[in-house]
């Protein structure tokens, strides 16, 4: 299968590499790191990728993996890319994202109607594009798969090898990466991290 | 504080990008993305990341942070990476590294006889070099902070966030990365796993 891990200026790397550790590595996949055009793309922490190929030189997805931003307000404002998802996904046989990455297939048309998740800190942008949003981590709906901030894209990414390839397979990648998660603290979602800590990346990624 | 990320061929992706996407972003971290030579870094299954800076071309670093890889022993022949490590990490407030990363701080020396961890695969790899070898998933050693394979790079970059920058900061990275883990199985450690994916695993890590 090939599998289209999409690139974008300013995008977080976590969301992508996270499915991609899991992913790219099994013998059944071909992996593409794709752009409107090839060449380099700055992530937001100031990491730089590199897009393989351009959008135009693509073989025909089979999966596509859209990973979001912390600026995602300007992803939301890249035509080439939204023309791009908006075009493509409807004939791969499954489309994931990761965080803000379902307002991008929100805002291409993808999500009309269909129950989607993304980040915490942007479900209003996600419901103001038409999607129904869950606050589940993994919402599957179909051949779209959408989940939760930036993290979760393992999680998804550990759900979608095993409709993919088996239980076992993906039980195999989870050791392989030694996904035996033990976080220090129990801070990761709004339903457990303090008011303040919820108000202070509430303005880091929305500004308000 | 000036933060190396280091690069090297055939590295895994994940390694460096979990503790990457948690520290980064920091207003106190000036990133560094580095290897022997600047230039693109293939990594073990296929994405490309750009090392902006030479070992060469540094500045001194602060806190080195050092990936593992899935070709662990065509990473311990690196001898450029390896005299890096040597050379530099004893001038570093804070060397941390993630999954077969400990096994070249190991082969570099920074591990002789002290507590330290890795990739559950291969342990007896970085005994042979010469650490005390903990199942721990994070491993605090003075300087030096050492984890399990791959994701574990996330819960050991907390744990250094809160320790540099008190545990506020880090619940407000946690909470930013949405890391609320869900993995679908309870496969990720080898105490969890059954014998037959363990096997699977040390066969393709190891060749064993």
Same mark, same amino acid.
């Given at each position: 299968m090939n599998a289209t891990f999409v690139l974008y200026d300013q995008m977080t790397a976590l969301d992508i590499i996270g499915p991609y550790e899991a992913?790219? *590595?099994? =013998?059944?996949v071909r992996p593409y790191f794709a752009a409107a055009r090839a060449g380099s793309v700055r992530c937001d922490n100031g990491l730089t990728l590199q897009a393989d190929v351009g959008f135009d030189d693509l =073989?025909? =997805? /089979?999966l596509i993996v859209v990973p979001g931003s912390s600026r995602w307000r300007r992803a939301l404002e890249d035509e080439a890319l939204i023309a791009w998802l908006a075009a493509t996904c409807p004939t791969a046989a499954c489309t994931v994202s990761v965080c803000s990455g379902s307002t991008l297939l929100a805002k291409a048309g993808i999500l009309a109607g269909r129950p989607a998740t993304t980040h915490w800190a942007v479900r209003d942008v996600l419901a103001a594009h038409g999607a129904i949003v869950s606050t589940e981590r993994v919402v599957i709906d179909k051949d779209v798969i959408t989940c939760a901030g930036v993290s979760a894209g393992i999680d998804m990414a550990l759900t979608l090898a095993a409709r993919l390839w088996g239980e076992p397979a993906a039980k195999t990648i989870q050791l392989a990466l030694e996904y035996d998660p033990q976080p220090?603290? /129990? !801070? *990761? !979602?709004p339903d457990k991290a303090a008011p303040e800590i919820i108000a202070a990346v509430r303005t880091l990624l929305t500004g308000a």
């Open positions: 992913l790219a *590595g099994h =013998p059944q =073989p025909r =997805p /089979d220090p603290f /129990d !801070s *990761g !979602s």
